[in-house]
């Protein structure tokens, strides 16, 4: 550094030079950080499928009469709904 710079301006360069190096420090911490976050939601994906049974109900006589051509459950799994083969739609409540 130049002479003629004062104790002063070469404390407050000193400071500065720390507090940039802190913030690259931490810019590059927190990329990883997130690289990290984003790699544990998405490392499952890579994962074989698996299924389970939640619940087991008895179907109302309604619902038998035909072929059933799809089931469902909403969001909240508290009710779901049966498609037979003619169109219809049958509700159930499951809790």
């Known amino acids: 550094m130049a002479k003629n710079f004062t104790d002063t301006s070469r404390r407050n360069d000193r400071i500065a030079e720390v507090l940039i190096r802190i913030g690259g420090v931490l810019v590059i911490v927190s990329v990883i950080w997130i690289l990290v976050m984003i790699s544990r ?6 994962y074989p499928p698996s299924a389970k049974t939640a619940a087991t109900l008895k179907l109302p006589a309604a619902a038998l009469g ?19 083969e003619s169109g219809n739609f049958h509700f159930l409540k499951l809790s």
């Open 41 to 46: 939601v998405a490392l499952p994906l890579f």
């Open 66 to 84: 035909g072929k059933i051509v799809a089931v469902g459950a909403e969001e909240t799994q508290q009710s779901s709904f049966i498609l037979d």
